[in-house]
């Protein structure tokens, strides 16, 4: 393999490709495959879509952490300052999204 080839391997996700949507109690990928269902043990149904809800924000909270771990190394401290806050300001949209907001 070449190493061009094993650096586009090692940069795909684990995960199943986002973004996940919410259809009722089940989180599905992109292509439509089911992900998740969330159905706890004495949990309401109010619950279980809101455990959906949450999991299937994951791809982009966890995209969101990446870049805001990424802006973190920015140089300088206003580019710094000007970069977090570009970053906080989408992790707050997700966040909203993940609460369902």
């Known amino acids: ?10 940069k795909k996700p684990k995960h199943c490709e986002g ?3 919410k259809h009722g109690i089940a ?8 992900v998740a269902t969330c ?3 004495g949990t309401s149904p109010e619950q ?3 455990n959906a809800l949450l999991i299937a924000s994951a791809p ?4 969101a952490l990446r870049t805001l771990c990424h802006r973190w190394s920015s140089p300088g401290p206003m580019g710094l300052i000007y970069e977090m ?5 989408e992790a707050r949209r997700i966040i909203k999204i993940a609460e369902g907001k």
């Open 85 to 89: 806050n570009v970053a906080a300001t």
């Open 48 to 50: 279980d879509e809101a």
């Open 60 to 63: 982009q909270l966890l995209e």
């Open 1 to 10: 393999m070449s190493a061009a080839l094993e650096l586009e391997e090692k």
């Open 39 to 41: 159905h706890g043990q």
């Open 19 to 21: 973004p996940w949507k």
């Open 27 to 34: 989180v599905l990928d992109a292509r439509f495959q089911r």
